[in-house]
């Protein structure tokens, strides 16, 4: 099933934390637009009472963790929960699994929880690999942007789930996972030709993400500077990041990742409400992305 995971889908922190009512009427929606996924990040929370109002506000469409944060769940928890919602909905739940960032992590845990994250994420498939029943590597990728992650993610998930990346890095975590593996790129846009509108917007999503080491590694490794990640980022990095303009020059760059490699993107609309349901923006890009 997920191997096979294509077009394009919608990477949305309100379809799991905005209303639940409204987030099942708009799910419903995304898949009669022909989206074929729809991805929920993990910050807090509960993770399975949304996941499981998507699926079953859904009939055939993708419900994808981006990511399930491994430092909140237990693997066992994990395993028991896939396989649950999945006896419910039918093989639709694709598991994304991420390490996070060490900042966030040891604020809401204890001061040094972050440790070695790559054992961190083998030691977590091994335990889902054992536990009963055990969620499967065909029902799991990771978002790997390092090259060691991402030959973990080759040798023991379907895939990976790159997130806040160029075209570039695309092409990157294709080479690094091989030809058979799936690449899920996540690609943030905003549905504004206003250039200074548009930039503000992408600025206030980036804010968070220009602080954490694991990002700026991944830009760095593509070119950019301490300069380019300063100071609210340049023009050329929120540019390279996050897509603004018309349908046209949005269909444009979700192209470009599919040409590096991408099997499927996932777009993430910005508005200036980032707690708002981004309907409209949906509805407008559907024609020129699916």
């Not at 992650?149 to 996972?177: F, N």
Request: aromatic share 6%; hydrophobic share 40%; charged share 25%.
């Amino acid at each position: 099933m997920t191997t096979r995971l294509a077009g394009t889908g919608i990477w949305s922190s309100t379809l799991r934390y905005g209303d639940a009512g409204e987030a099942a009427e708009r799910a419903a929606e995304l898949e009669e637009l022909g989206y074929t996924a729809l991805w929920v990040p993990d910050i807090g929370g509960d993770l399975w009472g949304p996941l499981a109002n998507l699926l079953g506000a859904t009939k055939t469409i993708t419900v994808a963790t981006g990511i399930l944060n491994v430092w909140m769940h237990t693997p066992e928890e994990t395993a028991a929960e896939h396989a649950r919602l999945t006896a419910e909905h039918g093989p639709r739940f694709l598991c994304g699994l991420g390490i996070s960032h060490r900042p966030f992590i040891d604020r809401v845990k204890e001061p040094g929880t972050y440790q070695r994250p790559v054992e961190k994420m083998a030691a977590y498939l091994d335990a889902l690999d054992a536990a009963d029943p055990p969620l499967a590597e065909q029902d799991r990728v990771l978002a790997a942007l390092g090259p060691k992650m991402l030959e973990l993610a080759r040798r023991r998930t379907a895939g990976t789930h790159p997130y806040l990346v160029t075209p570039e890095l695309t092409k990157a975590a294709r080479a690094g996972i091989g030809p058979e593996r799936l690449v899920a790129s996540e690609q943030a846009v905003v549905l504004e030709t206003d250039r200074s509108r548009a930039r503000d917007i992408a600025r206030q999503h980036l804010r968070t993400y220009l602080g954490l080491p694991n990002y700026a590694n991944n830009w760095k490794r593509q070119g950019f500077t301490e300069d380019d990640i300063a100071d609210g980022g340049s023009d050329r990095l929120v540019d390279a990041l996050v897509v603004w303009g018309d349908e046209e020059r949005i269909a444009a760059r979700v192209k470009e990742h599919r040409d590096a490699g991408a099997d499927h993107v996932c777009i993430q609309v910005l508005t200036e409400d980032p707690q708002a349901f981004p309907a409209e923006e949906w509805r407008r890009l559907a024609p020129a992305l699916v």
